[in-house]
Every structure is written in structure tokens, then in C-alpha cells.
């Protein structure tokens, strides 16, 4: 038991104790809380909707006296409005869109953050490699000179600002080396356990790689993340319009069955007894009442012989209910005259948010094809000022050019150093210029979508292609 425990330790701790991969910094991606809100997001819209027919049902309940002898039940259905349902699925497929797209740019601006500090550190970690170089080319330089210090050819001068350049030199690898630990503690805000960074080079494409990449330019289309945004925020708004104006259309303001019930026990009502009333059995007992009322003077026995066939008495007297069961049911139906109504400007309001919503849409892609376009032609002028510079280190250390030039130089060392140093000025402008050149090219990813590619695992080479 103890064995394996130190077996997964040490499995943990090798784990915990890797380098920083390229692979590594781009899965990070998915552990960010962006990252995971809007995966929330398009799952909870992408799962299907069951779209009623109805806007809502109620259970209407009516007590028609405090007797409770009486109550009326009624399912009252208040229907969609005529095209309200497909308006409902046309805004539901929008809003899914929509959210697809949003997760697709959060992805992309996830990625361009851990892409752009990766490059970043490369290329100052290359910076910093020629700045040393160039810093011993310089010491070299410093030292040949006091060694002429005591012939005629010495000049003081030079001595002076070669030592001000090696101050300079220092303080620039000085600054990379801050810039470097800076941008490592940075990217441990992603993977905070790492052991080193180990950021492979050949992970980065090479120039004429970026060229090649956007040789024919770059067309911009509705896969784009951003376009796919501006469309699905487009359709979002025509179909909230549309559904919108389909609630105008409510002819049918609802539709009801019910059931009316008596409880006959319950049941009660005042009547006028006449003479005929009285004579029936149900109302017999109330007879003696009506005789005594009557009678002349109010005398009841063997004298009152003459009644008032016109008088009445007034009882609370039982009800039954006498209907049909087919009666007992009853039907709802209010129906909304629109001729008459002042609610008309529904269909002009629909259509200023179509135009709205289109208008837009027309101005984020113009955007993103103006922005597109810029960078794809920066990144290609810088790229051809990138070549300019190596082509001329690459001649400057090629063997046979180097000869020639110490021959005529007549082997005067400042001045080998002095074609060395100019070399690797070169490089570190390249090397300077480099970053300007992926700047812009990771911007561009960000633009087309390259960034968004979740077929992919280096975006720098595969997202634009």
C-alpha cells in the first residue's frame, strides 16, 4: 500500500514538476472561467426546445354566491397568435447562433492572450541571446583597443563609446532578463505548476512560412467568428422583431370550456306562494302560513270559509337543478377586433429593426474586411523589411565574405568585430521586428477565426490555412 502511495506521489510530482509546453498553455484555455461560462452558454441554448402552442393555461374557478351552492369551473387557453410559433423557433435558432458564435470569440481571445505571452518570450528570450553576443563582440572591441592605447592608430574616442555601449548592452540584458521572469510569472497565472518554460521554437512558423500563409490574402466570410457574431446578432434582433409583431396577431384572446355545478342541498330561493303554489305537495307545508294570511281578519277555524285566491306569501324555499348535463357545460371565446383597435404601427416597427439590425451587421463585417485586409498587407511589407535585414547577416557571416573582408581589412581586428557586430545588429532588428510581424499575425488569427479552431493544436500554423 505504502508503494503504491509513493508511486502516485511520484507520478504527481513529476507531473507537477514538467516544463511548460506549448501544448500545455494552449489547453489552459479551457480552465479559464470565460472559457467555461460561455461553453455554459451555447450548451444551454443548443439543446432543443419544445415550442407550445399556447401562451398559457389557466384553471379559472368562479363562486357565484357565498351560499356555495353554486360553482363555475372553467381550462381557459390563452393560443399563440397567428405565426408567433415560428417566430419563437426562428429567435430560438438565432439565439443558439448567436451564442455559438459568442463562445467562438471568447475562445479566440482566450487563445491570443496565452499566444501572444508565448511569443512574447521567445522572441525576448532570442533578443536577450543576441544582446549577450553583442555584448562580448563589445568587450572584445574594448580590450583590443587598450591594447592599442599606445600606438599612433589609438583613439580615445572609441575607447569612450564602446564603454558607454557595453553600460548600454548590460542594461538591455538587464531588462530582457526582468522582461523574461516578468512574463513567467504571467504564464504561471495559467499553468501555475511548471518546472521552467520549455516553449519549442519550431512551434512558431518561420517567415517565409507567414508569407506563403497570405500569399493570396485573406477572404473574409460568415466563418469568421466576429462576422458569425455580427450575423447572429443580426438574426437575433430581426427575429425578436419578428416575434415581436407576431403578438400583434393575437385575434383569439382566449378559449375556454367549463363546467357549471349546483349542489341542490344547498340550494335555496325566495318565491311569491300563491293559492295554485301551495296546492302542490312541495310546497304544502307552507299552507298553513298562506291560509292564516288569508283569511279575513286573520281568523283561522271553522268561519274562515273564503280565502284570497291573489295573495302571496314569500318564503325561502328549496331549488333543484333541473338541466341537462349537456347544459351544464359552457364554452369561452373572446375574439379581438383588429379593425378597431389603435395598435397599427406593429409592422412599420418590425421593419425599422430589420433595417436596423441589418445596417449593423453591414458595418461589423465592412470592419472586420477593412482590419483584415491592413493587417494581411502589414504583415506581408513587414516581412519583406525582415528579409532585407537577414539577407544581410547571413551575408556579413557567410565564410568566403568574412575572408575577403579580412583581407581588406588587412586583419585589422576592430574591424572584424565591427563587421561581426553589424551582423547581429541585423539579427537583433530582425528579431525586433519579428514581434511587430506576429503581433500583427496573431491579431489577424483573432480576425479570421484561426484562433477559434478547436480541429487544430498549433493555431499559429494550421488556424489560417
Same mark, same amino acid.
Given at each position: 500500500m505504502k508503494t503504491v502511495s509513493l508511486i502516485s506521489l511520484a507520478l504527481t510530482a513529476a507531473a507537477i514538476a514538467s516544463p511548460l509546453t506549448w501544448e500545455r498553455l494552449v489547453e489552459s484555455a479551457k480552465d479559464d472561467p470565460r472559457y467555461q461560462a460561455a461553453e455554459k452558454r451555447a450548451e444551454a441554448t443548443a439543446t432543443d426546445r419544445n415550442l407550445k402552442l399556447w401562451d398559457k393555461i389557466e384553471l379559472r374557478y368562479q363562486l357565484d354566491g357565498f351560499s356555495f351552492a353554486k360553482h363555475d369551473f372553467e381550462l381557459r387557453v390563452t393560443p399563440q397568435a397567428f405565426g408567433e410559433r415560428a417566430a419563437d423557433k426562428e429567435h430560438f435558432e438565432a439565439v443558439k447562433n448567436y451564442q455559438q458564435?459568442?463562445?467562438?470569440?471568447?475562445?479566440?481571445? !482566450? *487563445?491570443?492572450?496565452?499566444?501572444?505571452?508565448?511569443?512574447?518570450?521567445?522572441?525576448? +528570450?532570442?533578443? #536577450?541571446?543576441?544582446?549577450?553576443? $553583442?555584448?562580448?563582440? %563589445?568587450?572584445?572591441?574594448?580590450?583590443?583597443?587598450?591594447?592599442?592605447?599606445?600606438?599612433?592608430?589609438? %583613439?580615445?574616442?572609441?575607447?569612450?563609446?564602446? !564603454?558607454? /555601449? #557595453?553600460?548600454?548592452?548590460?542594461? &538591455?540584458? $538587464?531588462?530582457?532578463?526582468?522582461?523574461?521572469?516578468?512574463?513567467?510569472?504571467?504564464?504561471?497565472?495559467?499553468?501555475?505548476?511548471?518546472?521552467?518554460?520549455?516553449?519549442?521554437?519550431?512551434?512558431?512558423?518561420?517567415?517565409?512560412? =507567414?508569407?506563403?500563409?497570405?500569399?493570396?490574402?485573406?477572404?473574409?466570410?460568415?466563418?469568421?467568428?466576429?462576422?458569425? =457574431?455580427?450575423?447572429? /446578432?443580426?438574426?437575433?434582433?430581426?427575429? /425578436?422583431? +419578428?416575434?415581436?409583431?407576431? +403578438?400583434?396577431?393575437?385575434?383569439?384572446?382566449? *378559449?375556454?370550456?367549463?363546467? &357549471?355545478?349546483?349542489?341542490?342541498? *344547498?340550494?335555496?330561493?325566495?318565491?311569491? $306562494?300563491?293559492?295554485?303554489?301551495?296546492?302542490?305537495?312541495?310546497?304544502?307545508?307552507?299552507?298553513?302560513?298562506?291560509?292564516?294570511?288569508?283569511?279575513?281578519?286573520?281568523?283561522?277555524?271553522?268561519?274562515?270559509?273564503?280565502?284570497?285566491?291573489?295573495?302571496?306569501?314569500?318564503? !325561502?324555499?328549496?331549488?333543484?337543478d333541473d338541466r341537462k348535463t349537456s347544459d351544464k357545460f359552457f364554452v369561452n371565446l373572446a375574439i379581438r377586433l383588429p379593425f378597431f383597435d389603435s395598435n397599427k404601427d406593429a409592422t412599420l416597427r418590425e421593419q425599422v429593426a430589420v433595417l436596423d439590425a441589418e445596417s449593423k451587421y453591414l458595418d461589423d463585417v465592412r470592419e472586420v474586411n477593412q482590419k483584415v485586409a491592413r493587417l494581411t498587407e502589414e504583415v506581408l511589407a513587414l516581412i519583406g523589411q525582415w528579409k532585407v535585414l537577414k539577407d544581410y547577416a547571413e551575408q556579413v557571416n557567410a565564410s568566403g565574405f568574412m575572408e575577403q573582408f579580412a583581407r581588406n581589412a588587412g586583419s585589422d581586428p576592430l574591424l572584424l568585430l565591427r563587421a561581426r557586430e553589424s551582423a547581429l545588429e541585423s539579427d537583433l532588428k530582425a528579431a525586433k521586428l519579428e514581434y511587430d510581424i506576429f503581433a500583427r499575425y496573431l491579431s489577424l488569427l483573432d480576425y479570421a477565426g484561426g484562433l477559434a479552431r478547436q480541429d487544430v493544436a498549433n493555431h499559429l500554423r494550421e488556424g489560417i490555412r
Open positions: 458564435a459568442t463562445f467562438a470569440v471568447e475562445r479566440s481571445i !482566450l *487563445l491570443y492572450d496565452r499566444y501572444e505571452r508565448g511569443v512574447r518570450y521567445v522572441l525576448r +528570450k532570442k533578443i #536577450n541571446e543576441i544582446n549577450k553576443q $553583442l555584448l562580448q563582440v %563589445n568587450s572584445d572591441r574594448i580590450e583590443v583597443l587598450h591594447l592599442k592605447s599606445g600606438s599612433a592608430s589609438f %583613439n580615445a574616442e572609441d575607447l569612450m563609446t564602446s !564603454l558607454e /555601449k #557595453n553600460a548600454s548592452l548590460k542594461s &538591455s540584458i $538587464l531588462s530582457d532578463s526582468t522582461a523574461l521572469r516578468d512574463a513567467e510569472l504571467k504564464l504561471r497565472i495559467w499553468v501555475p505548476d511548471f518546472e521552467g518554460v520549455d516553449l519549442d521554437t519550431n512551434f512558431i512558423p518561420t517567415m517565409d512560412e =507567414l508569407a506563403e500563409f497570405l500569399k493570396d490574402g485573406v477572404n473574409v466570410d460568415e466563418n469568421f467568428p466576429l462576422v458569425a =457574431l455580427a450575423k447572429g /446578432k443580426r438574426d437575433s434582433d430581426v427575429s /425578436k422583431a +419578428k416575434q415581436d409583431a407576431s +403578438k400583434d396577431r393575437n385575434y383569439i384572446s382566449h *378559449l375556454g370550456i367549463g363546467y &357549471s355545478l349546483q349542489i341542490e342541498s *344547498l340550494m335555496e330561493k325566495y318565491k311569491d $306562494l300563491g293559492y295554485s303554489d301551495i296546492s302542490k305537495t312541495k310546497y304544502s307545508k307552507y299552507a298553513d302560513e298562506w291560509t292564516k294570511g288569508a283569511c279575513v281578519g286573520g281568523y283561522i277555524g271553522e268561519d274562515c270559509i273564503r280565502t284570497d285566491p291573489g295573495y302571496v306569501v314569500r318564503k !325561502l324555499v328549496p331549488e333543484t
